[in-house]
């Protein structure tokens, strides 16, 4: 990785009991001089062994009503999903709440919503310094746009004269967060796709943006497929990529109805669910358990609330997907860790209907700007209706797998931006450029 950098990099990191997150600080701390801050003391627990680790207090904020109407009267991130929304929203709500969304309304045509979540933070933590002994001991601070618990010190770190490198971990991270801080140092983003996003959606000057790929892909590269053996036998795996409570009761709905098809098309095939790793419970996959042809597979260990995700899980999840004789996925980002196996994907484009309102509704999410990267038209492993589902599981369970490999191909590209074998140290060899 190039010579070490002698400056003092602080890294913001809420969710270390990630097992890939760990192994990229490691990597990392090679040959850069580098601490971890958090606000999680379960990410203490994780870390603090291998890595130097502060924990620091999430201090909530003071929110009067000045503080109330700034936040009401903030521009939300433009995304198409979000207009949607709350166009959708609109219409469904009670008459006094129709009434105070066409309050904002008005006001952001009058120009009253021109400033950010961002603008009204840093006007919120403006007398905040909490952190002033800490961030005098570092250069550069680094951190990721989600999971970051109390965002307070980046604003005290950038006004300590601090860069900032804002970490875009992942593909979907643009789109996830209103409090997008803007005026970072560096962005470093997957590809040449989240390069736009980045400048489009929230203004950042693309000389600022630097594509660094996905280091927690690197077990990947790693892997060898050929090597892993086949499953006793055949079965179809679906993972789910819903974590908000009513988005998970839909997504049990919809596998609910991925087995009512194999039941008519392959009535002895066994349908796997992997559950999705951000939860901190499973009662909600309750419907699942106890239904023939239905197997939960294992939710992993849960401590103090996380799920802790380790090597073992790590590795066990990419050997499920290739001994899958399908793989059925609702647009998350385990189905770009899927193009990387032999074994053939269905994206679902659609949702069955469901009693939620339609502002919540999980097929709403599937119009969400970033989804374009994944559900590309044109090839069949988009599955668009019922009738698609059961015509197309059926094709690749018949044996039929070549029409649906050149999607894999194609999201494949998409998270191998610079085809090299270490995208760790591609990072690395960014931060230490700084």
Not at 58 to 65: D, E, Y
Not at 91 to 101: G, I, K, Q
């Amino acid at each position: 990785m190039g010579e070490s950098s002698t400056k003092r990099f602080l890294f913001l990191v809420d969710d270390g009991w990630r097992h890939e997150k760990k192994e990229i600080l490691l990597f990392l701390r090679r040959t850069l001089r580098l601490e971890v801050v958090t606000h999680d003391p379960m990410t203490v627990k994780a870390l603090g062994d291998d890595l130097p680790v502060r924990l620091i207090p999430r201090i909530p904020l003071s929110r009067g009503p000045v503080a109330a109407a700034a936040i009401f009267f903030a521009r939300e991130l433009q995304t198409k999903l979000v207009q949607q929304r709350k166009e959708v929203q609109f219409r469904e709500a009670s008459l006094p709440m129709r009434a105070v969304l066409l309050l904002r309304r008005l006001a952001h045509a009058a120009g009253l919503g021109l400033y950010s979540y961002t603008d009204v933070f840093r006007w919120l933590y403006r007398n905040s310094a909490y952190h002033t002994d800490l961030l005098k001991d570092f250069d550069i601070l680094v951190y990721m746009p989600v999971a970051v618990m109390d965002k307070r010190i980046l604003f005290e770190a950038k006004r300590a004269g601090l860069k900032l490198v804002n970490w875009i971990y992942s593909w979907d991270n643009p789109m996830k967060d209103n409090e997008f801080l803007t005026d970072a140092h560096r962005y470093l983003v997957w590809n040449e796709s989240n390069r736009d996003d980045v400048h489009r959606w929230h203004g950042v000057p693309e000389e600022r943006i630097e594509v660094v790929g996905p280091a927690q892909f690197d077990y990947i590269f790693e892997t060898d497929f050929h090597a892993i053996p086949a499953p006793p036998e055949p079965f179809v795996l679906y993972a789910c990529a819903a974590g908000t409570d009513y988005r998970l009761q839909q997504e049990v709905a919809l596998i609910l109805e991925i087995r009512k098809v194999l039941d008519r098309i392959r009535p002895g095939m066994k349908l796997c669910v992997r559950p999705y790793p951000f939860r901190k419970t499973i009662e909600a996959y309750a419907p699942l358990r106890g239904v023939k042809g239905i197997e939960m597979l294992d939710f992993g260990t849960v401590e103090e609330g996380r799920v802790l995700i380790t090597d073992a899980v790590v590795r066990e999840r990419v050997v499920q997907i290739q001994q899958a004789a399908c793989f059925i996925n609702f647009g998350s980002t385990i189905g770009l860790e899927a193009a990387f196996t032999d074994t053939p994907i269905l994206q679902m484009n659609f949702n069955y209907p469901s009693r939620f309102p339609k502002h919540q509704d999980l097929a709403l999410a599937l119009r969400n700007e970033h989804l374009r990267y994944i559900l590309l038209p044109g090839f069949p492993n988009i599955v668009g209706s019922p009738d698609e589902l059961e015509r197309r599981l059926a094709q690749v369970l018949d044996g039929d797998r070549e029409p649906f490999m050149a999607y894999s191909q194609k999201l494949r590209e998409f998270s191998d931006p610079l085809g090299v074998k270490c995208y760790k140290d591609v990072l690395g060899r960014a931060l230490a450029g700084l």
